[in-house]
């Protein structure tokens, strides 16, 4: 339905041109606030948004003749709002109580003609331990004049002294009308009309292997019959989460959430989250353990203090002008992302907590690789990426979640510019595709106002002991370079039959119908990882249990330097519940020569995820253990059986001879 055509694009950067010299002669009217006992409305003449006082929560949008864009069957408190989830202090996993955060006080901050920003503040006392989680919470509202939407960011805050206790997640969601948004947009190859939710309900869908996902049987519109409905395969990398929302075709409109910043989301660039799904529903994600699993739970110790702003986000809503396609609502809500990504730090939000560009700062510098097996000169970080995150270990950052982050990728030459960074202490983190392992600067570095810190020619060295014997997939932190079977045909979602073809359901069972009888055999030099390599190492159905599998690695070598020790290098994309044992030419030996131990809850096999949290392991192998002038086996067994969904996904595999000098 929508395309990205630069025609198009031309026609909406025009358009949004001819507004602006538009509003310069014909200014849209001042911003109302209207306030009710129960109610309050902001309306900027473009539309009007509502929100229940004191609670905060959205209870209407109108906008472009329509009365409300949100679905009026929910309760009012079940429209558009803030969540979290939190437990208890020593409380394993990723689950807690849900808390629909409803304020007990609002506050007009600023009310003129040109702006309004409401706050709805949620406080915490002991008398509310065990019932609410223990913050401070200030949510903020804002519309400006001439703004075709609204913003919101939050302020939370866990004082001293205060309990501690767990967050796995918190958001904004908002339950659009499903009477007129049926078609949602993540990505320009990421669009398509959806079902309904009703469809969801039972008598109408078929639940598969978890609740979220249902194969559709008896659905309100027949073409939806037969496919997979599951919220999981529409989830991004937060790098790519800027812009998604839904379009109404009659009359033709758009919802979008824009996130024109990733500084206040957790794990680094490469986390995955959940955008858009059935309701309709859209979704701005902060604070979630998907993709990673309780490794990325927030846990706050007993009396220490904590701060953070969520946000803003800018909900942006737009209407077809006469003569252009129903195309040009996706092309106008990407234009708009730049727009509101050219203008973070934002100029209005008046929370002290929130800095100015004027109290940030910037750093800068040069990336090199020293990798003296592949070039003798040191190679430019091209495409690297390159961030500030808390202290902490290299690599840290894919597990951090309580401070900010602020990432940017290297140019061709390695040059890195970071802007817009909020006053603080850090560490330099950094990786390179196309190489293993992390970077970290040695030295911490202090950010304050203003600042413009030079940090020179930053040289990586890494993880290399010797030559490459042979390597199997691409150093990229993803599965995505191996094979992706064909879906079942009665699990197809068909969105994702020629691209990112991971995202379909049920690929895990396909493995056994691969290998029926054994497990894979790769053979260095004749298999190609891209067709004999599946991409996740699972279990296999035995009876009414999974067990798990052994892979096997065979290679010759022509010769065997009996006085160094050889490498393997394991590159794991993503573990759940996985145990990595590895043998070299006797799968009986036990133990074994290697294990990772159990690792990973991230849960990507099942959530259609081609990496989760990544993870590095060496292994040394004896030479004694190899044979020379004849064939070799590495066995990969992931150990642990039990579950379906438990297992592994390979980033890259490398095996070193011995150092040698150079």
Avoid at 527 to 547: E, I, L, M, P
Wanted: glycine share 8%; hydrophobic share 35%; aromatic share 12%.
């Amino acid at each position: 339905m929508v395309s990205a055509a630069s025609a198009q694009w031309t026609n909406t950067t025009a358009y949004r041109r001819a507004v602006r010299a538009l509003l310069m002669i014909m200014p849209f009217p001042a911003v109302q606030l209207h306030i009710q006992d129960d109610q309050v409305t902001m309306d900027n003449g473009i539309l009007q948004v509502t929100l229940s006082n004191p609670q905060g929560i959205v209870t209407g949008i109108k906008y472009n003749g329509i009365e409300n864009l949100l679905e009026e069957r929910n309760t009012l408190d079940n429209r558009g709002y803030w969540d979290l989830v939190w437990s208890e202090l020593g409380v394993t996993g990723t689950t807690g109580t849900y808390q629909r955060i409803n304020g007990t006080s609002m506050e007009v901050v600023i009310q003129n003609d040109e702006q309004v920003e409401l706050s709805f503040n949620t406080t915490w006392n002991t008398s509310l331990q065990g019932k609410l989680a223990p913050l401070n919470i200030d949510r903020r509202f804002v519309m400006l004049q001439g703004s075709s939407g609204f913003y919101s960011y939050g302020i939370y805050e866990k004082l001293k002294g205060w309990p501690g206790f767990n967050l796995p997640e918190t958001r904004i969601a908002f339950k659009l009308s499903q009477d007129w948004f049926r078609y949602m947009v993540i990505a320009d190859d990421r669009q398509r009309a959806m079902p309904l939710p009703d469809d969801r309900l039972p008598g109408r869908c078929q639940v598969l292997a978890y609740p979220e996902a249902v194969r559709l049987i008896n659905p309100i519109e027949p073409e939806f019959k037969g496919q997979v409905d599951d919220k999981y395969e529409y989830s991004c990398n937060d790098e790519d989460i800027k812009v998604h929302g839904w379009i109404c075709s009659n009359p033709p409109m758009g919802f979008w959430q824009i996130t024109p910043s990733n500084e206040f989301r957790s794990g680094g660039p490469l986390k995955q989250d959940l955008t858009s799904h059935v309701g309709p529903v859209n979704l701005a994600m902060f604070l979630s353990a998907h993709y990673a699993g309780v490794e990325m739970v927030t846990v706050f110790a007993d009396g220490e203090a904590w701060k953070k702003v969520f946000g803003p986000v800018f909900m942006y809503v737009n209407s077809l002008p006469e003569g252009m396609d129903i195309e040009w609502l996706w092309t106008d809500a990407k234009e708009q992302m730049l727009e509101e990504v050219g203008n973070w730090p934002y100029w209005f939000p008046a929370s002290k907590d929130y800095p100015s560009q004027d109290e940030r700062g910037t750093v800068r510098g040069i990336l090199s690789v020293q990798d003296s097996y592949v070039a003798e000169q040191n190679l430019p970080g091209t495409g690297a990426y390159v961030g500030l995150a808390p202290p902490g270990k290299a690599g840290s950052w894919q597990r951090e979640s309580k401070g900010y982050q602020f990432w940017t990728r290297a140019d061709n030459d390695g040059y890195f510019t970071i802007n817009n960074i909020r006053s603080g202490k850090y560490n330099l983190y950094a990786w390179v595709p196309g190489f293993i392992g992390d970077y970290r600067y040695d030295a911490e570095i202090c950010v304050t106002s203003g600042s413009d810190i030079y940090v020179g020619n930053l040289v990586y060295q890494p993880p290399r002991d010797g030559p490459t014997i042979w390597e199997i997939g691409i150093p990229d932190r993803t599965a995505a370079e191996f094979y992706v079977p064909d879906p079942n045909p009665d699990y197809i979602n068909p969105l994702y039959l020629d691209h990112d073809r991971f995202r379909q359901y049920g690929l895990w069972e396909r493995y056994a119908e691969l290998y029926p009888d054994n497990d894979l055999v790769y053979t260095v030099g004749s298999c190609d990882y891209h067709t004999d390599w599946f991409f996740a190492q699972v279990t296999r159905k035995t009876g009414n249990t999974s067990v798990g599998t052994t892979w096997q690695i065979k290679f010759m070598l022509d010769s065997v330097n009996i006085c160094g020790s050889y490498k393997l290098r394991l590159a794991i994309a993503s573990a759940t519940v996985a145990r990595l044992e590895v043998r070299v030419n006797d799968p009986t030996t036990n133990p074994p020569i290697f294990t990772t131990g159990f690792i990973g809850t991230d849960n990507a096999i099942a959530r259609h995820g081609i990496h989760g949290l990544h993870w590095l392991f060496s292994v040394d192998i004896n030479a004694s253990k190899l044979v020379q002038g004849g064939e070799n086996t590495i066995f990969l067994t992931q150990s642990s059986g039990g579950k379906t969904f438990f297992g592994l996904m390979y980033d890259y595999i490398r095996l070193e001879a011995p150092p040698v000098s150079m």
